[in-house]
């Protein structure tokens, strides 16, 4: 029997709805969902939304399917192959800032904070450490002591990792190069003193055995098992380059999403349950959740490796194990909220290293996380699962006062930089290396 229910009006899309919050949901206007994902730790909360039956609960039919890379990925979001996927955050930001074409990328979720880190291979890890004792995190300047022009991989132009590395390199004194889309050159490797490419996450520990790269910057588990074969030393997480910042995002098309608007409001609430269930009472369920994402049609990476990290604990440098709760985070510290601060963060890299070849006024940096990060979604999803009694408000942003922007002490940064995303431009002013407005 039908209840009586509770409901809001809102705008999504340029879309008028009016979407209950408990009783009956409002049905999906797609059941039959297709999620992409590439094979790294923090595509969980896909894999724990289905297997613990979220998606079920919202009435979701979904398949989850690896995608090969990055690239791969994005392309099969943009052209409708599929509905949503597991996805970097820098991807929905370049597309809203024009540098994917005609169609754009949204989201409503952040999936994780944190997640990440850099590797050296363990024959420059020697050279570093017949010089001195390197200290973990190491500090990038130490590999202006190595006399050749160092190799690094990172996964995507736009994505976390490779503005980390950047960074992380930077605050070194070292030149990471610059893009220069107006003249073709979109290597990223002008005025590089460091070359970076492009390297898929489950083929870095492989490049490193062969030389192709020096290091690398990926997400788990490819870290933690380059240290496993020996092949590598983690020497800086990227919780110590920008620390408190959207990694990882569920990225769907802005049709599909002006299209859809019911089904991306359950796919979010699911989502931000399987958040939740990776974090509740101190990663209680992280060992559980390793062994899952584990099987061949996930992650494919022995648990016991995938574990090391999932489960509060990192290894450095050979029996430098150190504990890391936060090392991947799913829900606390509001880990699923779409801030704009973090989205502007992004695009200041953007333009700090060319991939926007011209200047930007602070409006426009405003503007552009507004419309790739979708707070207002968000909210309606949180106050159904609060309605519905699995969550409580505390365990949200107040919405009453939050502006999306986080005040700039809840960063961290390697250089202790202050960012102010209120003022994107007077940030980028700060650094000695890249693009000065």
Not at 59 to 76: F, M
Not at 185 to 209: F, T, W
Not at 313 to 332: L, M, S
Not at 422 to 427: A, E, F, I, L, S
Request: hydrophobic share 40%.
């Amino acid at each position: 029997m039908k209840q009586l229910m509770k409901k809001t009006t809102l705008w999504i899309s340029g879309i008028l709805l009016t979407l209950p919050l408990s009783g009956i949901s409002a049905e999906a206007e797609k059941q039959q969902l297709k999620l992409g994902f590439v094979k790294l730790t923090d595509m969980a909360p896909l894999a724990v939304a289905l297997e613990q039956g979220y998606f079920d609960d919202e009435g979701l039919s979904v398949q989850l399917e690896a995608q090969p890379n990055w690239k791969v990925l994005q392309d099969r979001v943009l052209d409708g192959q599929l509905d949503a996927a597991h996805m970097l955050a820098g991807q929905v930001l370049a597309s809203q800032a024009g540098m994917t074409g005609t169609e754009k990328l949204q989201t409503a979720l952040v999936l994780d904070l944190h997640g990440n880190a850099c590797t050296l291979s363990s024959q420059i890890w020697q050279q570093l450490s017949a010089k001195s004792t390197p200290q973990i995190p190491l500090d990038a300047k130490a590999l202006q002591s190595i006399p050749t022009q160092l190799k690094f991989g990172m996964v995507f132009p736009v994505s976390s990792h490779n503005y980390e590395l950047r960074y992380w390199l930077a605050a070194g004194g070292l030149h990471p190069g610059f893009y220069a889309p107006k003249t073709g050159d979109n290597s990223g490797q002008l005025d590089a003193d460091v070359l970076i490419s492009v390297v898929p996450p489950p083929q870095m520990p492989a490049a490193l055995e062969s030389g192709t790269v020096a290091g690398f910057c990926v997400g788990e588990p490819w870290n933690q098992q380059a240290a496993a074969r020996k092949l590598g030393v983690p020497v800086i997480s990227n919780s110590d380059i920008r620390g408190f910042m959207a990694e990882k995002v569920l990225g769907v098309n802005s049709r599909w999403a002006a299209k859809h608007p019911v089904t991306h409001l359950k796919l979010v609430k699911a989502l931000i349950r399987a958040g939740a269930w990776l974090d509740e009472q101190d990663n209680k369920n992280r060992s559980e959740a390793a062994q899952m994402i584990s099987a061949a049609h996930y992650v494919g990476a022995d648990a016991a490796i995938i574990k090391r990290s999932m489960t509060g604990q990192f290894e450095f440098a050979p029996g430098d194990i150190r504990k890391a709760p936060d090392f991947n985070v799913f829900f606390r510290h509001h880990a699923t909220y779409p801030f704009y601060s973090d989205a502007i963060w992004y695009l200041t890299q953007m333009r700090r290293w060319g991939q926007l070849s011209e200047a930007k006024a602070d409006s426009w940096y405003q503007a552009t996380a507004k419309a790739a990060f979708d707070t207002v979604l968000y909210q309606q999803a949180a106050k159904a699962l609060i309605t519905e009694g699995k969550f409580s408000s505390t365990d949200f942003p107040d919405f009453t006062k939050e502006t999306g922007i986080k005040a700039p002490e809840r960063y961290k940064f390697a250089d202790n930089k202050a960012f102010d995303a209120n003022k994107p431009n007077q940030y980028l002013l700060q650094f000695d290396i890249g693009y000065k407005d």
